[in-house]
């Protein structure tokens, strides 16, 4: 049967069928006959409800790249020096992960970036990707015209090494967030995108399975599903088959050979494949030292070794071989291979390939539109950003046992407890220092049961946001109010139902007014508590980081709040202090609430109480003068400049990020 063009915009995953002849089953003696079946792809399967793209040619000269290294002293003076007659020039302090770079990578092309470790690979992987743009030199033309970041962003996706996703969403779950983030149709189109791309990389049975129990190689696929619904023409992927077996490695690079021939230009680094995978891949550009040592096809690699005196032995690998080459274990033959790449060895046979394509007519027509098709905007307005990511935060916390479940379970528990400890005090004259105990206590409380799991919230999730971002699914400001508004609702049940026990079984003045008080204050400490959670978790580099400094901020906090130091003994050098600690408002607050707004005098079981009457409680705490409309609006100022605060830090690890 005549082979039949595949349409450059038309999407398109070839699947392998094999088929048993013969319904009976065979006897056991025949299985000595089986042949291995051929590794090879068949006829594609067509989409009907992807997006139609163009398709884009890559394509980056004379690409350098240096980092910052040693202390900022060092980084002034510089040096030059020269490499096979090309002239470089860098400051000291200053290191070259990559040297003078030239390459095309076309659609329809899987490409293995390949390379001993530290070679530059996945630097290169990140440049060319847009993740990193600082200390980069030289140019990257999309489709012959200098690449336009946003707009590149938006028709490319990279799908990292390690596969960053939500784990408590189903697979259906996650694919359909994905299509409603990425795609403007109708729901009923969304579900029957969703379920053939399902089909085709072989998850449709595993739909209703959440991600945490997925294997590594149905991970790994579900990664590419989700970034396959808007149909990129340009995939990159950074080492897709570390950590899988052989079967699930065979799967992933077929993937990725059906959907470059589908019309996608599909770029990956790969760590050594097996010689079953190695003979997949339709081209190679080999790193050495952050230089090439080779760009063109695989089977022209064995004769351009050969040309050069290398000469790859009979049933070796000749993935292994070259890595062997690159690392020096045949002597030092990276100059001599530099050199060669330089001189346009690799030249003469990237043209001969490549000539073809460039005579399509279909292939000019598409790089003529590419301009015009894609916009900078997202798919979806910030609204259904907002919207689709509120629900799914919302979904994810309900599920969480951990930040929500425990979380119930230990306000209702301390709740009964402290109940216990402090049963009918709350009117009792004799006992003042221990009720002012139990309200400086429950504040306490509420702060580090709202601080302590926010501030693991960005550490946990950062992974999942820079991938989803940087793929332009969502804005930033769409994740950041749909990721701190989901968790509110539980922020504020949680106070709630903590002190109705408390207030009650400890026999606070038994009015509404005072009740409702005590509640806003507690669930607006909390809040604050919550902001600040938020900001140390996304200032924060690292978890570890995020667990120590969380509990430290917290000492000063409570050292200045009013309960341990009067703010008149407090020096005056350090009083400036007092007015940053929020605790000190809520406290304040409370105090207000409970001995304040002209309540009677308490019951004293004895002959004497020092403070029956309520306005000496407030004498001795120092607040007698305090109002409680200031408490609240300085807790509502705190919580506003610390969520903006979050906000910008975010903004700017992003930017950071390249």
Same mark, same amino acid.
């Given at each position: 049967?005549?082979?039949?063009?595949?349409?450059?915009?038309?999407?398109?995953?070839?699947?392998?069928?094999?088929?048993?002849?013969?319904? $009976?089953?065979?006897? $056991?003696?025949?299985?000595?006959?089986?042949?291995?079946?051929?590794? =090879?792809?068949?006829?594609?399967?067509?989409?009907?409800?992807?997006?139609?793209?163009?398709?884009?040619?890559?394509?980056?000269?004379?690409?350098?790249?240096?980092?910052?290294?040693?202390?900022?002293?060092?980084?002034?003076?510089?040096?030059?020096?020269?490499?096979?007659?090309?002239?470089?020039?860098?400051?000291?302090?200053?290191?070259?992960?990559?040297?003078?770079?030239?390459?095309?990578?076309?659609?329809?092309?899987?490409?293995?970036?390949?390379?001993?470790?530290?070679?530059?690979?996945?630097?290169?992987?990140? /440049?060319?990707?847009?993740?990193?743009?600082?200390?980069?030199?030289?140019?990257?033309?999309?489709?012959?015209?200098?690449?336009?970041?946003?707009?590149?962003?938006?028709?490319?996706? *990279?799908?990292?090494?390690?596969?960053?996703?939500?784990?408590?969403?189903?697979?259906?779950?996650?694919?359909?967030?994905?299509? =409603?983030?990425?795609?403007?149709?109708?729901?009923?189109?969304?579900?029957?995108?969703?379920?053939?791309?399902?089909?085709?990389?072989?998850?449709?049975?595993?739909?209703?399975?959440?991600?945490?129990?997925?294997?590594?190689?149905?991970?790994?696929?579900?990664?590419?599903?989700?970034?396959?619904?808007?149909?990129?023409?340009?995939?990159?992927?950074?080492?897709?088959?570390?950590?899988?077996?052989?079967?699930?490695?065979?799967?992933?690079?077929?993937?990725?050979?059906?959907?470059?021939?589908?019309?996608?230009?599909?770029? #990956?680094?790969?760590?050594?494949?097996?010689?079953?995978?190695?003979?997949?891949?339709?081209?190679? *550009?080999?790193?050495?030292?952050?230089?090439?040592? *080779?760009?063109?096809?695989?089977?022209?690699?064995?004769?351009?070794?050969?040309?050069?005196?290398?000469?790859?032995?009979?049933?070796?690998?000749?993935?292994?071989?070259?890595?062997?080459?690159?690392?020096?274990?045949?002597?030092?033959?990276?100059?001599?291979?530099?050199?060669?790449?330089?001189?346009?060895? #690799?030249?003469?046979?990237?043209?001969?390939?490549?000539?073809?394509?460039?005579?399509?007519? #279909?292939?000019?027509?598409?790089?003529?539109?590419?301009?015009?098709?894609?916009?900078?905007?997202?798919?979806?307005?910030?609204?259904?950003?907002?919207? /689709?990511?509120?629900?799914?935060?919302?979904?994810?916390?309900?599920?969480?046992?951990?930040?929500?479940?425990?979380?119930?379970?230990?306000?209702?528990? /301390?709740?009964?407890?402290? !109940?216990?400890?402090?049963?009918?005090?709350?009117?009792?004259?004799?006992?003042?220092?221990?009720?002012?105990?139990?309200?400086?206590?429950?504040?306490?409380?509420?702060?580090?049961? $709202?601080?302590?799991?926010?501030?693991?919230?960005?550490?946990?999730?950062?992974?999942?946001?820079?991938?989803?971002?940087?793929?332009?699914?969502?804005?930033?400001?769409?994740?950041?109010?749909?990721?701190?508004?989901?968790?509110?609702?539980?922020?504020?049940?949680?106070?709630?139902?903590? #002190?109705?026990? &408390?207030?009650?079984?400890?026999?606070?003045?038994?009015?509404?007014?005072?009740?409702?008080?005590?509640?806003?204050?507690?669930?607006?400490?909390?809040?604050?508590?919550?902001?600040?959670?938020?900001?140390?978790?996304?200032?924060?580099?690292?978890?570890?980081?995020?667990?120590?400094? !969380?509990?430290?901020?917290?000492?000063?906090?409570?050292?200045?709040?009013?309960?341990?130091?009067?703010?008149?003994?407090?020096?005056? *050098?350090?009083?400036?202090?007092?007015?940053?600690?929020?605790?000190?408002?809520?406290?304040?607050?409370?105090?207000?609430?409970?001995?304040?707004?002209?309540?009677?005098?308490?019951?004293?079981?004895?002959? &004497?109480?020092?403070?029956?009457?309520?306005?000496?409680?407030?004498?001795?705490?120092?607040?007698?003068?305090?109002?409680?409309?200031?408490?609240?609006?300085?807790?509502?100022?705190?919580?506003?400049?610390?969520?903006? $605060?979050?906000?910008?830090?975010?903004?700017?690890?992003?930017?950071?990020?390249?």
């Amino acid at each position: 049967m005549a082979e039949r063009t595949l349409d450059q915009g038309s999407v398109s995953i070839p699947m392998e069928e094999t088929k048993l002849h013969g319904g $009976a089953p065979q006897e $056991a003696p025949l299985l000595t006959h089986l042949k291995k079946v051929e590794n =090879h792809i068949t006829e594609a399967q067509r989409f009907s409800h992807l997006p139609r793209r163009s398709a884009v040619d890559l394509e980056f000269n004379e690409l350098s790249y240096t980092i910052r290294e040693g202390p900022w002293w060092r980084r002034r003076a510089q040096y030059n020096y020269n490499i096979n007659n090309y002239h470089f020039s860098c400051l000291l302090g200053y290191k070259a992960l990559l040297k003078c770079l030239s390459g095309r990578f076309n659609s329809r092309e899987l490409i293995g970036i390949m390379g001993p470790s530290g070679a530059g690979k996945s630097t290169l992987m990140n /440049i060319l990707a847009g993740y990193r743009e600082t200390g980069m030199k030289g140019q990257i033309l999309v489709n012959g015209r200098p690449r336009d970041l946003r707009t590149f962003r938006k028709m490319s996706c *990279y799908i990292m090494q390690d596969d960053m996703l939500l784990p408590h969403l189903t697979t259906r779950e996650a694919m359909m967030v994905s299509a =409603h983030l990425k795609l403007s149709e109708s729901v009923q189109v969304k579900k029957e995108l969703v379920d053939e791309i399902l089909t085709a990389l072989g998850l449709l049975d595993c739909s209703q399975t959440r991600t945490n129990s997925l294997s590594g190689g149905q991970c790994k696929r579900l990664a590419i599903a989700l970034e396959l619904v808007n149909n990129p023409p340009v995939m990159f992927f950074d080492e897709p088959t570390s950590g899988l077996d052989s079967a699930s490695c065979f799967q992933v690079v077929s993937l990725m050979k059906s959907l470059a021939q589908g019309g996608r230009t599909i770029i #990956c680094t790969i760590h050594q494949p097996s010689a079953k995978l190695f003979e997949m891949f339709d081209k190679l *550009y080999i790193l050495s030292q952050g230089q090439c040592i *080779y760009k063109g096809t695989v089977p022209y690699l064995i004769p351009y070794l050969k040309n050069l005196g290398l000469h790859c032995p009979t049933y070796h690998n000749p993935a292994d071989f070259i890595i062997e080459v690159a690392s020096g274990e045949y002597g030092d033959l990276n100059p001599v291979l530099f050199e060669a790449v330089q001189g346009g060895l #690799c030249s003469e046979e990237g043209k001969k390939n490549s000539k073809d394509k460039s005579d399509s007519s #279909c292939h000019s027509q598409c790089h003529s539109d590419t301009g015009t098709l894609e916009k900078h905007s997202f798919a979806t307005s910030t609204f259904t950003q907002f919207r /689709i990511l509120f629900k799914r935060t919302f979904i994810t916390i309900c599920r969480d046992t951990v930040l929500t479940h425990l979380r119930v379970m230990s306000h209702l528990c /301390i709740g009964v407890l402290i !109940g216990l400890l402090y049963l009918k005090i709350g009117n009792d004259a004799s006992k003042v220092f221990n009720n002012t105990g139990f309200l400086f206590f429950s504040m306490l409380f509420l702060m580090f049961a $709202a601080l302590m799991p926010t501030v693991l919230t960005f550490p946990l999730e950062m992974s999942v946001f820079v991938r989803e971002h940087l793929n332009y699914w969502y804005s930033l400001k769409a994740y950041y109010l749909a990721k701190t508004m989901a968790d509110v609702p539980f922020q504020v049940i949680c106070p709630i139902m903590y #002190c109705s026990i &408390v207030y009650w079984m400890t026999e606070q003045p038994p009015e509404v007014g005072r009740y409702l008080l005590f509640m806003a204050l507690s669930t607006s400490t909390a809040l604050v508590a919550q902001s600040l959670g938020l900001l140390i978790g996304a200032a924060s580099t690292s978890l570890q980081v995020a667990t120590f400094v !969380g509990p430290v901020t917290a000492i000063p906090v409570l050292l200045f709040s009013g309960f341990f130091v009067n703010f008149d003994t407090i020096p005056k *050098y350090l009083q400036w202090s007092s007015y940053v600690s929020y605790v000190r408002y809520g406290f304040e607050g409370v105090i207000l609430s409970i001995y304040g707004m002209n309540r009677t005098e308490l019951e004293c079981p004895g002959l &004497v109480c020092k403070f029956q009457k309520p306005e000496e409680v407030l004498q001795l705490l120092d607040v007698e003068d305090a109002k409680l409309y200031v408490d609240f609006m300085v807790l509502g100022v705190f919580f506003l400049v610390l969520r903006l $605060a979050t906000y910008l830090v975010l903004r700017y690890k992003v930017k950071s990020e390249r």
